[in-house]
């Protein structure tokens, strides 16, 4: 009955952009922090940007990550998106969506267990 449920992913050509999305269903996001986390070989996974909840406006991003992608969220339609523009050919990787009652450093530097995990979205760069 909870799920996060993500979409956006898809192939683009280095320089392109993605919007992903990721809307939760059976619960409210609004007091949780957020975030976007990318696959690692190996089956683990790093987080590319999170941010806080209703009382709580910060944002992470990855080195990587800062520059190029921006971090929101729609409360009314609980609702998570990250914009990826200027890709590069390794940004591609599976990006999950996540949720936890946490901090936002806490969140994205995996700092304990998420309480809940979107599916993944495939994300393809090459020309």
């Known amino acids: 009955q909870v799920h996060l449920v993500e979409s956006g992913g898809g192939l683009v050509q280095p320089g392109g952009s993605l919007r992903l999305s990721c809307e939760a269903s059976?619960?409210?996001?609004?007091?949780?922090?957020v975030g976007w986390f990318r696959q690692t070989p190996g089956e683990g996974r790093e987080g590319v940007s999170c941010?806080?909840?209703?009382?709580?406006?910060?944002?992470y991003y990855s080195d990587s990550a800062k520059g190029r992608f921006t971090i929101s969220r729609d409360y009314a339609k609980n609702t998570i998106y990250l914009q990826m523009n200027s890709l590069k050919p390794e940004d591609a990787s599976v990006y999950y969506c996540?949720?936890?009652?946490?901090?936002?450093?806490?969140?994205?530097?995996?700092?304990?267990?998420?309480?809940?995990w979107g599916q993944g979205t495939q994300v393809a760069v090459s020309s």
């Open positions: 996540a949720a936890r009652s946490a901090t936002v450093q806490a969140l994205c530097q995996l700092w304990g267990p998420i309480d809940y």
């Open positions: 059976g619960f409210s996001l609004d007091d949780y922090a």
């Open positions: 941010i806080g909840g209703a009382s709580d406006g910060s944002t």
